[in-house]
């Protein structure tokens, strides 16, 4: 990279509860936008109002997990008022959004614009949905518990 190029920030979003395959890829898709990669983890009561249920693990071991894994560059929490403070906050070039995320990013569109950002929106590929979902995973470990019951 030349000493005059910008680096090009990509932000990725996501609960992160069980981290599994489909999540390594999606970090490997968004990796390949840009120079350097953020993610954001839903908070618990984003989590709530998004997909009808807290999360397994905490904010805590969600980032902690994450951190782990060293698959972005940096990590934080979302804003539990303001779902698009860290887009104000971080102005990615580039954000990567998941096969099946549609609840709040209807208006990122709308804010980029207002706020006079270039910002390219690219929706990734899938990896093995039927297989690879939080929601799955969490089916199975709930009905694995209640067999060992």
Same mark, same amino acid.
């Given at each position: 990279?030349?000493?005059?190029?910008?680096?090009?920030?990509?932000?990725?979003?996501?609960?992160?509860?069980?981290?599994?395959?489909?999540?390594?890829?999606?970090?490997?898709?968004? =990796?390949?936008?840009?120079?350097?990669?953020?993610?954001?983890?839903?908070?618990?009561?984003?989590?709530?109002?998004?997909?009808?249920?807290?999360? @397994?693990?905490?904010?805590?071991?969600?980032?902690?997990?994450?951190?782990?894994?060293?698959?972005?560059?940096?990590?934080?929490?979302?804003?539990?008022?303001?779902? #698009?403070?860290?887009?104000?906050? %971080? =102005?990615?070039?580039?954000?990567?959004?998941? %096969? @099946?995320?549609?609840?709040?990013?209807?208006?990122?569109?709308?804010?980029?614009?207002?706020?006079? #950002? @270039?910002?390219?929106?690219?929706?990734?590929?899938?990896?093995?949905?039927?297989?690879?979902?939080?929601?799955?995973?969490?089916?199975?470990?709930?009905?694995?518990?209640?067999?060992?019951?």
């Amino acid at each position: 990279m030349k000493f005059s190029e910008k680096k090009k920030l990509v932000m990725v979003f996501g609960t992160f509860d069980y981290l599994h395959a489909g999540h390594e890829d999606l970090f490997k898709q968004a =990796r390949e936008l840009g120079h350097e990669l953020i993610a954001i983890i839903g908070r618990g009561k984003t989590v709530k109002t998004i997909k009808g249920d807290f999360p @397994d693990h905490n904010e805590k071991e969600r980032l902690k997990n994450l951190k782990e894994t060293n698959w972005a560059d940096k990590i934080v929490l979302g804003n539990d008022k303001d779902k #698009m403070k860290v887009i104000k906050i %971080y =102005r990615p070039d580039v954000i990567a959004l998941g %096969y @099946d995320q549609f609840v709040f990013t209807y208006g990122i569109k709308k804010l980029l614009i207002e706020l006079k #950002m @270039d910002t390219e929106v690219i929706r990734l590929t899938p990896y093995s949905p039927n297989l690879y979902k939080s929601s799955i995973i969490k089916e199975s470990l709930k009905k694995a518990k209640q067999l060992a019951q």
